[in-house]
């Protein structure tokens, strides 16, 4: 233990501990920006810096250790004043315009800025000058970046895509697209986990709210709208909502409000997915030998785009099964449009994802095959839809609840685990013993592929033989995962990846609320909704039966190859 | 009113004169990988402050270079303002009345030939190449990529074994390189900011000596694969250290009598004390690598035979032949050279040179080792000739100094001319020609002949040290390729289409330093790891301490000294002084730890393991 003094206050701590995690002991808070805790501990914006007894120069608190008998003064007149001026520094080449800002209300410099009391800023303004493809689903914003580094990091070591990195160099550095290539051709995934990590507005999603007014504006329009299954575990954090409170069907009932004609869930497509992707593992389990294995899950379009761009050579071990997003869309377009009796070019089909890749897979030019345009026109993140129940003037503490239209708004306990890592899989698993064996097993059979680690694995016996799986999420424990694979060290049956960690419940579309991971919670609150669901089991869903009956024919059948498979080599990049 | 006064400078001035000195050793320190571009922007501001004003070109020119120099940076530029930046730095240089005018527009109209890349990336694609990709300066300037802050950070706790055993992660020569390296790491030290660079070698050298023995690392678990590793130098040695690490069969074929290589056969005893070289190699073969000494590849063992007979081959047979000069009389009898004297030094056999009159020709390390031996064995008279000025001489100044205090003298500005014989063709003087100092045409300037006469100076022996060439006939024969004698390998140190073969040390890139054999023995080494099909990793359980929290107020920097020239030139006893411990600490404790403080900390920082 090491003994030091912090603001007069004695306290004992472990060696190694930052002088910033001692002060939080004594409850004392230290102003900081740039620092996300084992991620980005590299001192950029001088923020958190304090004054050690003995030491003329300031220290930073995030990322140097007590030693025994240090007298720190976190708000010494001098600290007060350079960590002051090094925030006016930072807000003079960033463009505050806040008023015009996504992340208004929820920007760490703004809130820092607005903390020390800064009203004026006696330093010239001087903004960088960038061009930004703004087609791209990803948006950097030169404007507003603070150099805190945090997406660089992100990307190199959670992700392992390197895709920033620093550029120019002396009083021009920036961070760009690492080796000065175009983000088109930096092999991004897009999963966003670098806006999910970015303190200010710096990188932000592609606003695509303007196309869905316009949609809900169109009176020959017919607005169809999918939730996928994470949203429901976050959308309230935006809006100030307590986690019980924000349920799926107040957001339901925010979206009827908002204008949308039929308010589904992805849940119906996550349950379809099953059906098609544990009937296709159970074809290749049948052709064993002819296979190349391990089988991977095709659901997280991040994932996709990681596998095609790092592993080209693996894309054939993918499903061809689409996502549910993808799945629903074709559906809506085709069965939906059947039923309701109308042209399906009149529907304008609208999802709500915690996914940035996700606006890239619905414009994959053959993700067309419902035949009226793309199957999925418009992809909202958690956060834009936020955004709209905010523009609406919605008050979302006095939403009653409200039920999904039908028949695709039904789901399994099954499919809302598709939002967390290792839910596809469990609900594969499932619903591949039912299949097999004709009985269904216990729902929680397979919990061992639950959990939070990046890189799980387990084995099952189904019917007599047995069967190995691993799940991975986030890109970095995909290398890993993949890399094993490949040398030999690994060998599995079927994989699940997701590309962001903890899976979409950690999902670059999520809420942000900076320096804190809320994958785990919302996780939770996904396997929560799987226990109390009345159905579990995808092969359960009545409307997924019913679509079989009446549309489908039956999993794998010519139509369902038509719609609800693809040949992900063929996605454009 | 005085007719004359006394000019005494004011506060401003003085204060300048200390930022002169430390932007000079700010310039120094300037880390590689900076935009070119911005930086000369920011030479030609300097300059233009520099400016008395009177003439125009040069009052006006400059700024307005500077000007266009920013929107190049700014990305406001096209090719015309390029056009511009010459039209005007031309003017400039052609019309200005005085150097502070003509060459800051020579600094432009350089610029723009040498950084032409990178105007075109920023003016034409908006964009900079140059990228800061070496955080920590004197990490990413040793050739081995030693952790020298980390270890600097052990010396200063005490943990002199911990030390020892994180440099043997990249370095398995640290007794050596303690006392001989050339320390690269030390020329752009980031301490040279404050005051002058930390004296790396002479800290590694104390953690060494204070270390005791130091066992090597547990040995990986074998895997049955053998490799031989041609010539038991520094680079043959490291690349057998970690190839026998990983767990592979090494055996090293050494031609002389002796490990070691030019570590033996060319530098001296009293720079390089045989027993510690000794302990060093033995504790290198204590992994159980085989020797065989006297192995003359192509004559005792052809190389076939070894290609055949191992896995793979790592060749590095050194520099060990001495080149010739083109003199008149050079056959006459009592020319001798230094690869000769210091091999039989090496091997402990006589040299015959009490009580001579000896003349060395060359101004590098070797000439000046030859030199102090010569004293060591007695010789009456010794002296350099050299053709450029002493400064300009390639041996370390230390190295001079040191032959000069021994009583060597120096020649400096002497060509050789001719050799005088007696009748028995034995040598007897030496004709010099005196000359002077020339032009510059890149970086060194070039002597030519004085309009004097030439004179002659007596001599029994003539050494020539002027260079050393590579024995690569054998190897070439069976098809190694070969380009002036050296061994072409690429930067992985594999040969092209040769599958298996490997080469490094002074044999592919000509004589040079310790520490570039070194760290080419371990890029063959990771490099056949691979080729073998594994991927063993090389790291150190040691943890590094945290870095002390102080100001950094200038302190002089803890030189070595040496032992009096008079005591020192009679015995081949180490010349140098170790640190004392009070010097150790207080130098320890300058690193200002860039792997923590700084880019360091982020990017292009610590290597942990390889």
Known sequence: MVKLTINNQEISVPEHTTIMEAAEMLNIFIPNLCYLKDLN?????????????????LVTSCNNAVSEGMVVTTNSPKVRASRKTNVELILSQHDARCATCVRSGNCSLQEISNDLGIIDNPYKENIPLAHWNDDFPLIRDYEKCIKCMRCIEICDKIQGLNVWDMSKTGSRTTVDVSHNRRIEEADCALCGQCITHCPTAALRERDDTDRVYEALGTKDKITIVQIAPAVRAAWG??????????????????LRKIGFDYIFDTNFAADLTIMEEGSEFLQRLGDKENQKWPM???????????????????????STAKS????????????????????PDRIFSVSIMPCTAKKYEAGVSVMADAGSGQDVDVVLTTREIDRMIRAEKINPALLEEEEFDTPLGEGTGAAVIFGATGGVMEAALRSAYYLVTGENPDPDAFEDVRGREGWREASFDLAGSKLKVAIASGLGNTRRLIEAIRSGEASYDFVEIMACPGGCAGGGGQPIEDGKELAGVRMDVLYGLDTVADLRFSHENPSVIKCYEDFLGAPLSARSHKLLHTNQKSWEL | MSRLRIITSNKAQETIEFLYKDLERRIVSSPPGLCPIDLMASFVKMSHAQTCGKC?????????????????????????????????????????????????????????????????????????????????????????????????????????????????????????????????????????????????????????????????????????KTIAIIGGGPSGLS?????????????????????????????????????????????????????????DIGKDITFKKIKEDFDAVYIAIGAHTDKKINIEGHETKGITSAVDILRKSGDGEALDLEGKNIVIIGGGNVAMDVARTARREGADKVRVVYRRRQVDMTALEEEVEGAIAEGCEILDLYTPRKIEKDE?????????????????????????????????????????????????????????????????????????????????????????????????????????????????????????????????????????????????????????????????????????????FGLGVFKGGRVEKW
């Open chain 1, 41 to 57: 501990e590299i001192g950029a914006c001088r923020v958190c810096v304090v004054e050690v007894e003995g030491v003329s120069r």
């Open chain 1, 237 to 254: 954090e935006d809006l100030g909502l307590p986690r019980e409170f924000a349920t799926v069907k107040r957001l339901v009932a925010a």
């Open chain 1, 296 to 318: 991977f899950t095709s659901c997280c379009p991040g994932w996709v785009r990681f596998i095609n761009t790092q592993y080209s050579d693996m894309v054939d071990q993918l």
């Open chain 1, 324 to 343: 549910p997003q993808q799945m629903f869309g074709a559906i809506a377009k085709t069965y939906y449009a059947r039923l309701l009796g109308v042209d």
């Open chain 2, 56 to 224: 125009s070109p040069c009052r006006i020119g400059l700024g307005q270079l500077v000007d266009l120099l920013e929107e190049v940076l700014d990305g406001k530029a096209t090719m015309s303002t390029l056009d511009l930046i010459e039209k005007t730095a031309s003017a400039v240089y052609y019309t200005s009345d005085c150097a502070i005018g003509y060459e800051a527009a020579d600094m432009v109209l350089r610029g723009i030939e040498g950084f032409k890349e990178d105007f075109e990336e920023h003016i034409l694609r908006g964009r900079c190449v140059a990228a800061l990709d070496q955080a920590i300066p004197c990490i990413s300037l040793c050739p081995a990529g030693v952790d020298v802050p980390g270890y600097i950070a052990l010396i200063s706790e005490g943990r002199y074994a911990d030390a020892v055993k994180l440099i043997r992660k990249d370095n398995p020569l640290p007794a050596v390189c303690g006392l001989i390296c050339e320390h690269p790491c030390e020329v752009r030290c980031r301490r040279n900011m404050i005051d002058d660079s930390i004296n790396i070698r002479g800290l590694k050298r104390f953690a060494v000596e204070n270390a005791g023995y130091v066992p090597v690392p547990e040995k990986m678990p074998a895997t049955g």
């Open chain 2, 239 to 295: 690349a057998a250290y970690y190839l026998s690490l990983m767990g592979h069969d090494v055996e090293i074929f050494e031609k002389r009598k002796h490990l070691g290589g030019m570590l033996r056969y060319g530098i001296p005893r009293y720079r390089l004390p045989r027993e510690i070289l000794d302990d060093e190699i033995n504790t290198i073969l204590s992994l159980g690598i085989k020797v065989h000494k006297e192995i």
């Open chain 2, 424 to 596: 028995n063709s034995n040598i007897s003087g030496l004709w010099i020609q005196s000359q002077i100092i020339g032009r510059i045409p890149f970086d060194r300037p070039v002597p030519v002949d004085a309009d004097t006469e030439s004179i002659l100076i007596p001599c029994d022996q003539l050494v020539l040290a002027v260079g050393q060439g590579i024995e690569s006939k054998s190897f070439e024969k069976e098809g190694i390729p070969v380009t002036q004698d050296a061994i072409m390998a690429e930067e992985w140190s594999g040969i092209e289409n040769i599958p298996g073969v490997y080469a490094g040390g002074d044999c592919v890139f000509g004589p040079a330093t310790v520490i570039r054999a070194i760290a080419a023995g371990k890029v063959a080494a990771a490099n056949i790891d691979e080729y073998l099909g594994y991927h063993h990793v090389i790291e150190t359980d040691v943890e590094i301490p945290e870095p002390r929290i102080a100001d950094r107020i200038p302190c002089g920097r803890v030189n070595m000294r040496d032992r009096q020239a008079s005591e020192r030139v009679s015995d081949y006893e180490l010349v140098e002084f170790p640190m004392s411990l009070e010097e150790a600490m207080q130098e320890s404790s300058r690193c200002l730890r860039c792997d923590h």
